[in-house]
């Protein structure tokens, strides 16, 4: 996601920094610090000459970590050497350099549920259990369960969540109040308001959101998730149960009938876009966006976004809550107790405070729970991402090493409501069928 980040320099790195140091750095340097400590005594750096590679994504969470680590690389006397690449750079340029069997970079940046499972079946990643749970003040058990839940694989923690987002429904409080409309709780709810704010003849549009094949799958999870469904069962695929047509059809309807021209081929950027200029009511997408539609300079209708749970179906309200970007460990690399080091710094509750002051919405509940820690966010947004975060699912996609090809397979039912089918059973049978295929050819990799 493009946000755009607050930097943070002179004095307010060294406030920054001073506890997050004194609760992170030192404590748990004194734990490791058999490994790099030379000379030892008080005033010894336990990491002293050693150096690790960090690898960031361009992303506004790398450009509120890199001031900071300075007083980092004092208080430890190690050298964090950064480098930074677009987000399909950045897993190329991974995938060549693991593939090579290279010890670098120490740590860096991925997102667990698009490459996590690929990278930890491949070997390339370090499991954190031990790490995390070394040090009590690091309390492993304030990240979210949901967050801890999309990092996990097999079972073991192949990574620490950064950033995390939801999904939720927004919407135009000036035209619902007009209309006398309230903020739709259900997903019939939803389409029922959305029917009635309709109105093509003044380009008013009553629901926006993904409509491309691939892109789409991840915000009709939530749908799913809320109609009782989910992609899979275990290693067994589960997208045409009643369910899952259900939510299936009742995302492609909206976006059929109630939608823009040319949602068919809309992703993100496109359907905050339209919402942005007035003519959408509702729109379901990541809160982790909602710049785009709440700054002036890009929304006519800044001062009119409203911010809601997402819709209930036959489950309840229940969206995806992931971890979108987490921090992982190269399991080849040289130093492993000065990578864990930094990993657990720049994910201790004191920088996390920092990094989503500055816009990252962090993984940590005692952060949210501070009235600090929510400054950078609308107040609105702020409870309704708390309460997401408690009842999310941790996974937006379906959790296979291919996943590109299970989205497709996934998208398709969808596309095919939205091009006019009624009945979708036979299509999300074929779906099916081709995302077990996927899920059994995984397991031979």
């Not at 190690?78 to 350099?97: A, C, I, P, Y």
């Not at 492609?252 to 359907?271: E, I, Y």
């Amino acid at each position: 996601m493009r946000h755009k980040s607050k930097r943070m320099t002179g004095a307010g790195m060294a406030v920054l920094l001073s506890t997050a140091l004194l609760a992170g750095c030192a404590g748990g340097a004194a734990n490791n610090a058999g490994e790099g400590t030379q000379g030892g005594g008080a005033g010894a750096k336990p990491f002293q000459g050693k150096s690790i590679t960090l690898v960031t994504a361009n992303h506004p969470w790398g450009d509120a970590i890199k001031p900071l680590l300075p007083e980092f690389e004092a208080a430890t006397g190690m050298k964090v050497n950064v480098q930074s690449f677009f987000e399909d750079q950045l897993t190329q340029k991974l995938t060549v350099q693991f593939t090579a069997g290279s010890a670098t970079p120490d740590v860096f940046m991925y997102r667990p549920l698009q490459e996590g499972k690929l990278f930890y079946k491949n070997g390339w990643v370090q499991p954190l259990d031990e790490y995390s749970q070394k040090d009590a003040a690091y309390d492993f058990g304030d990240f979210s369960k949901s967050a801890i839940g999309s990092v996990t694989v097999d079972g073991k923690l192949a990574g620490i969540p950064i950033i995390t987002e939801q999904e939720i429904l927004y919407y135009r409080k000036d035209l619902l109040k007009n209309a006398g409309i309230e903020v739709p709780k259900t997903l019939d709810e939803l389409v029922a308001a959305a029917k009635k704010l309709h109105d093509p003849s003044k380009e008013m549009y009553g629901f926006v959101a993904r409509g491309q094949r691939s892109p789409l799958v991840t915000q009709v999870s939530s749908f799913l998730y809320s109609e009782g469904a989910d992609f899979m069962s275990g290693d067994k695929a589960t997208i045409n149960t009643p369910e899952a047509v259900k939510a299936f059809t009742t995302y492609g309807t909206l976006l059929r009938d109630f939608g823009p021209p040319g949602v068919l081929n809309m992703s993100w950027p496109q359907a905050f876009g339209i919402f942005a200029q007035g003519k959408v009511a509702f729109l379901t997408d990541a809160n982790s966006l909602y710049k785009n539609v709440t700054d002036p300079e890009k929304s006519k209708v800044a001062d009119q976004v409203g911010f809601a749970m997402f819709p209930g179906g036959k489950a309840g309200s229940k969206p995806y809550s992931i971890t979108s970007w987490g921090l992982a460990m190269n399991a080849k690399a040289a130093n492993k107790d000065a990578a864990w080091e930094f990993i657990k710094w720049a994910s201790s509750k004191e920088v996390v405070l920092k990094t989503q002051q500055a816009g990252n919405p962090g993984a940590r509940a005692s952060i949210w729970d501070k009235a600090e820690g929510t400054t950078g966010f609308p107040a609105e947004l702020v409870p309704i991402i708390k309460e997401s975060s408690k009842n999310g699912v941790d996974h937006d996609r379906p959790v296979v090493v291919s996943v590109g090809e299970a989205r497709d397979a996934v998208g398709e039912i969808v596309q095919q409501v939205m091009a006019g089918q009624t009945n979708v059973q036979d299509t999300a049978n074929k779906a099916n069928a081709a995302l077990q295929a996927i899920v059994d050819k995984d397991k031979t990799k």
